[in-house]
Nanobody, 116 residues
Framework: QVQLVESGGGLVQPGGSLRLSCTTSRTIFSFKAMGWYRQALGKQRELVAQTTSGRKSDYTDSVKGRFTISRDNAKNTVYLQMNSLKPEDTAVYYC??????????WGQGTQVTVSS
C-alpha cells in the first residue's frame, strides 16, 4: 500500500508564500509522474503542477511564474513552492503519484487558505 504524506499547508496573507511537501512510502523512482492537485469549495479538482520521471514539469496557467514543483529523490519527496499567493489559490491541495501501471495514489490533502 502506497502512502503519500503531505505537509505545509496553512493560512497566509495575499502575496505570501508557502511550501508544500509530499513524501512517499515507496521509492519515488517507481512513479512516472507526481504532482499536486487542488480542489476549491464547490469546484472540481484541478491539476496544479506535475513533474515526470523525465524531469519535465507542467503547470496550470493560473500558477505559472508563481509556483514551482521540485523533487528530492533521496528523500522520496516532492515539493510545491507557492509564491505571490492569491485568495483564489485557496483550496485543499492533494499530492498525486501515478505509477507505471497507471495507478493513481493520493495524499490526504492539506488546506491552503489565502486571506487577509
Amino acid at each position: 500500500q502506497v502512502q503519500l504524506v503531505e505537509s505545509g499547508g496553512g493560512l497566509v496573507q495575499p502575496g505570501g508564500s508557502l511550501r508544500l511537501s509530499c513524501t512517499t512510502s515507496r521509492t519515488i523512482f517507481s512513479f512516472k509522474a507526481m504532482g499536486w492537485y487542488r480542489q476549491a469549495l464547490g469546484k472540481q479538482r484541478e491539476l496544479v503542477a506535475q513533474t515526470t520521471s523525465g524531469r519535465k514539469s507542467d503547470y496550470t496557467d493560473s500558477v505559472k511564474g508563481r509556483f514551482t514543483i521540485s523533487r528530492d529523490n533521496a528523500k522520496n519527496t516532492v515539493y510545491l513552492q507557492m509564491n505571490s499567493l492569491k485568495p483564489e489559490d485557496t483550496a485543499v491541495y492533494y499530492c498525486n503519484a501515478q505509477d507505471y501501471l497507471d495507478l493513481d495514489y493520493w495524499g490526504q490533502g492539506t488546506q491552503v487558505t489565502v486571506s487577509s
